[in-house]
């Protein structure tokens, strides 16, 4: 069975700009969860989606937003990009996104901005 | 809110040391815990997961114990390789309504020397 995809695996934009990143879940997985990973704050949760529905929210301001497929692929955008922006993006994906269920994570994507 | 505590690293041991990493954690109900191993330029490998109090995760000689009247679930393995050298991650999943999220500790760096 195939991974967790993520493209582009690295990225550079600069200050204002806006960036699309997208993510295909392992086959059969619903739940697609956005994770934020910098050296100075960790791996910071930014949202999940199930079912092309978002039904949790990380803090983060409104400038980051996503969304999800009826294939279960999702894509999350930032919008008018700081340079604090700069991070490596994982998704994971998982059966249901609850409870015991483990996620599985796509190898990142490298957001540099300049 | 949900929080994880690691030890501080990083960590240096020869090759066949004794390993533990410590991880702490605070959350309401009862979680399911999981530890993540990170590679150098790849996203996070699920290592291992327990779900109840008492329940022992292991895989690849790496064992943790869920122990719910200390809230920890330190990692162990008894005789380190060089090939074990990466990040490691606790990550707790509340029950309720933290669907997809994950919050990790600040991971702990390991160099496994020959």
């Known amino acids: 069975k195939a991974g967790v995809t993520q493209t582009p695996r690295y990225l550079i934009k600069t200050r204002g700009q806006q960036v699309t990143l997208s993510c295909s879940p392992i086959?059969?997985?619903?739940?697609v969860s956005w994770y934020q990973q910098t050296p100075g704050q960790g791996l910071q949760f930014l949202f999940e989606?199930?079912?092309?529905?978002?039904?949790n929210k990380g803090n983060f301001p409104g400038r980051f937003s996503g969304r999800q497929f009826s294939n279960s692929r999702s894509e999350m955008n930032v919008s008018t990009l700081e340079l604090g922006d700069s991070a490596l993006y994982l998704c994971?994906?998982?059966?249901?996104?609850?409870?015991?269920?483990?996620?599985?994570f796509g190898p990142g994507t490298r957001l540099t901005v300049l | 809110g949900d929080s994880v505590t690691q030890m501080e690293g990083p960590v240096t041991l020869s090759e066949e040391a004794f390993l533990t990493i410590n991880c702490t954690y605070t959350?309401?109900?009862?979680?399911?815990l999981f530890w993540y191993v990170q590679y150098p330029g790849e996203g996070l490998q699920l290592l291992l997961k327990?779900?109840?109090?008492?329940d022992k995760g292991s895989n690849k000689g790496f064992e943790a114990t869920y122990r719910k009247e200390t809230t920890s679930f330190h990692l162990e393995k008894g005789s380190v390789q060089v090939s074990d050298s990466a990040v490691y991650f606790c990550?707790?999943?509340?029950?309720?309504?933290?669907?997809?999220?994950?919050?990790f500790g600040q991971g702990t760096i390991l160099t496994v020397h020959p």
């Open positions: 959350a309401t109900g009862y979680p399911s």
């Open positions: 327990a779900t109840k109090a008492d």
């Open positions: 994971a994906s998982s059966s249901t996104g609850e409870g015991r269920n483990e996620q599985f």
């Open positions: 989606y199930f079912s092309e529905t978002q039904r």
């Open positions: 086959s059969g997985h619903r739940s």
């Open positions: 990550a707790l999943r509340a029950g309720g309504t933290s669907y997809g999220k994950l919050t």
